[in-house]
């Protein structure tokens, strides 16, 4: 009997497969369209490697720029967040800012070929600015976080202790800022 009512579900199911002919295939998933700017070079690089358009930065929504006041290094802003090349502290040294679930997210590195004992992180919102250092961890990157919905803007400096940990030497100066509102 078993035997009998398993033929008869697996010819049904074959009947019901060539009945239905193509219309038994899932519908294919909505992919998005690729982004009408493309990211390139080293900022590309760090957005692909995030996820590119189904990252948290989502698509760019203006070419890269140069920022004013800055000689050296490119900017590029997305739809929540922004990455910038910053070479005068490190030859592939990235900042970036997201909005990560309500969160603003701030990541930097790699410094190389500098390393620092700690990194001082400029993050907002508001006047004065807030200063942390970031002590341990890694010597040429790291992350912070802001909590609360508004407009963010990050930079980080490397800085080593001088004499006797009194003193500090911050020698390549600030990273260019990047900038996300959560």
């Known amino acids: 009997m078993k035997r009998t009512i398993a033929q008869m579900v697996t010819g049904s ?41 189904n990252s948290w930065f989502g698509c760019a929504t203006r070419t890269e720029y140069t920022p ?12 929540h967040g922004q990455i910038a090349w910053s070479p005068d502290q490190g030859s592939n040294m990235i900042v970036a800012a997201f909005d990560k679930n309500g969160v603003a997210v701030f990541r ?7 390393n620092y004992d700690y990194f001082v992180v400029d ?12 002590k341990g961890g890694p010597r040429t990157q790291g992350r912070a976080e ?13 800085c080593d202790y001088g004499f006797l940990q009194i003193t500090r030497s911050c020698r390549q100066g600030w990273t260019i800022p990047v900038s996300v509102k959560v």
């Open 146 to 158: 802001g909590h609360g919905h508004t407009l963010y803007s990050f930079s980080v400096r490397g």
């Open 108 to 114: 930097w590195g790699p410094t190389n070929p500098f």
């Open 123 to 134: 993050f907002g919102p508001g006047t004065p600015e807030i200063r942390a250092p970031f």
């Open 13 to 53: 199911a074959a009947a019901l497969a060539v009945l239905a002919g193509t219309q038994i295939a899932a519908a294919p998933a909505q992919a998005r369209t690729a982004c009408p700017i493309q990211p390139y070079g080293l900022i590309g690089d760090y957005w692909r490697a995030m996820g590119g358009e």
């Open 68 to 79: 004013p006041n800055f000689l050296h290094g490119r900017k590029q802003t997305f739809e």
